[in-house]
Nanobody, 124 residues
Framework: QVQLVESGGALVQDGGSLRLSCAASGRAFISVAMGWFRRAPGKEREFVAAISRSGGSTYYADSVKGRFTISRDNGKNTVYLQMNSLKPEDTAVYYC?????????????????WGQGTQVTVSS
């Protein structure tokens, strides 16, 4: 069992930066890949980024590549999403999720634990 709590969402201006955190409880955290997804108003949930169990492999949606960085600290049971050069189209509720295995990608069905989400709003 893994419980996830996101934090760090806020209102920022176009071009600004934010760092989201996701604190996990449970020993399973260090055994599985972690991912970030988002859901914008009126849109489907979409994949943002994923990181392998060890942190050695990362994957990004094309829309955030070069602007967002996913990382993890297994000693602190926390995964992060550093978001730079934010755009109004990044406005969404951001969710972290724990995968089913050591390496996962963009398939949401491969993640079996989800946080409650944190709101990111980018104003133009």
């Amino acid at each position: 069992q893994v419980q996830l709590v996101e934090s760090g969402g806020a209102l920022v201006q176009d071009g600004g930066s934010l760092r989201l955190s996701c604190a996990a409880s449970g020993r399973a955290f260090i055994s599985v890949a972690m991912g970030w997804f988002r859901r914008a108003p009126g849109k489907e949930r979409e994949f943002v980024a994923a990181i392998s169990r060890s942190g050695g492999s990362t994957y990004y949606a094309d829309s955030v590549k070069g602007r967002f960085t996913i990382s993890r600290d297994n000693g602190k049971n926390t995964v992060y999403l550093q978001m730079n050069s934010l755009k109004p189209e990044d406005t969404a509720v951001y969710y972290c999720a724990a995968g089913r295995s050591a390496v996962e990608g963009q398939d949401a069905s491969r993640y079996n634990y989800w946080g409650q989400g944190t709101q990111v709003t980018v104003s133009s």
